[in-house]
């Protein structure tokens, strides 16, 4: 395993409730973590002091923001890719804009994402670990009923984690995508007032995975597809 002790890891979605427990186990392994942030400001006290840089403003489904922000950071041990967003949508209630909204959400940020990753990785030629976020209904889509766009989307960010850890095979760049059912943030619980929370997986328990991931000294598991269902 290797130590993560100064080591940069860029954080997308570290603001929400899995970014954030992310970014603790991070910085309490000794990294500093760098959040691109949509929002045009972000409360001071919502990451541990020290070792995150929050960067605001940066839209993640937009190519000229995304390559901008990775130009202005270090060479990087990692990219942990959690931005995205979820739709409940019937096919009947379905339009055009929230299949677009999906992908824009969901697929064009992680690629993106990766992309800009990948040259900063190849710049520096040390390799690296990029973390994709899918969905348990990526890898069995017949859970995915009643909220096909969000499944597509993240089936897409599946099958793009694939392909890119193929295509970077022999490069030292490790690509794998967790595949989590529903995790157990505040959001949820208030969406979801009847389900049975305590199945549910706690952000900290996938932090402690990604925290693992990003400690592998050899891309062993690249392409994997992991899933994190907790009891569910």
Excluded at 68 to 83: C, E, K, T
Excluded at 87 to 96: F, T
Excluded at 158 to 169: G, I, N, P, Q, S
Aim: overall charge neutral; hydrophobic content about 50%; some cysteine.
């Amino acid at each position: 395993m290797r130590t993560l002790q100064d080591a940069h890891v860029v954080i997308t979605g570290g603001t929400g409730a899995l970014g954030r427990a992310v970014a603790r186990a991070l910085v309490e392994a000794g990294a500093h973590c760098h959040v691109p942030a949509i929002e045009t400001s972000v409360p001071p006290d919502l990451f541990p002091a020290g070792k995150v840089s929050v960067t605001p403003n940066i839209d993640l489904s937009d190519e000229a923001s995304v390559a901008g922000f990775y130009a202005s950071l270090p060479p990087l041990h990692a990219v942990v890719n959690i931005a995205g967003g979820f739709a409940w949508a019937p096919i009947a209630d379905s339009p055009l804009k929230v299949l677009q909204e999906q992908l824009a959400m969901n697929l064009v940020s992680c690629v993106l994402s990766c992309r800009e990753a990948v040259a900063n990785f190849r710049k520096a030629g040390k390799g690296g670990h990029l973390v994709n976020i899918s969905a348990r209904p990526a890898l069995n889509p017949r859970q995915g009923a009643g909220m096909t766009a969000y499944t597509a989307s993240k089936a897409a960010v599946a099958a793009f984690t694939v392909a890119l850890a193929e295509e970077l095979k022999g490069e030292g760049i490790s690509v794998v995508a967790l595949a989590p059912s529903t995790i157990d943030t505040p959001t949820n619980r208030a969406d979801m007032p009847k389900a049975d929370h305590a199945s549910w997986v706690a952000p900290a328990a996938i932090a402690d995975v990604i925290v693992a991931q990003l400690g592998l000294s050899d891309p062993i598991n690249s392409g994997a597809l992991i899933p994190i269902y907790g009891k569910a």
